[in-house]
């Protein structure tokens, strides 16, 4: 499955022309290589997500064509989220 349709099936990203978008940024590491929109996401396969001042790792376990929104969070497991800390306002 493409990465920027798998994000937006898991609902990691809500649109898939943003999910298009931040892949295409090189904002998105898989396996440890910068992934682009058109990477082909694999079970096992582990995510690095760069949003702003967040940064998710994620780990996908199941691909599904579609998914109903309960069903969303199968497809992965979280295994970091770390938000960096602004000093420019102290």
């Known amino acids: ?3 920027d349709k798998f994000l937006k099936t898991a609902r990691i990203i809500k649109r898939r ?3 298009k978008s931040i ?3 090189g904002r998105i590491l898989l396996n440890g290589r910068i992934a682009k929109s058109s990477t082909d996401v694999k079970s096992n396969d582990e995510l690095v ?3 702003g001042n ?7 376990n199941q691909l ?3 998914t109903k929104k309960a069903d969303a969070d199968r497809m992965y497991t ?3 989220e770390q938000y ?6 102290e």
């Open 49 to 51: 997500i760069k949003f």
């Open 23 to 25: 892949s295409d940024q």
């Open 17 to 19: 022309t943003v999910a």
């Open 64 to 66: 599904f064509e579609t």
């Open 1 to 3: 499955m493409r990465l």
């Open 84 to 89: 960096e800390r602004d000093f420019s306002n």
């Open 78 to 80: 979280v295994l970091d």
């Open 54 to 60: 967040k940064t998710l790792t994620l780990k996908v």
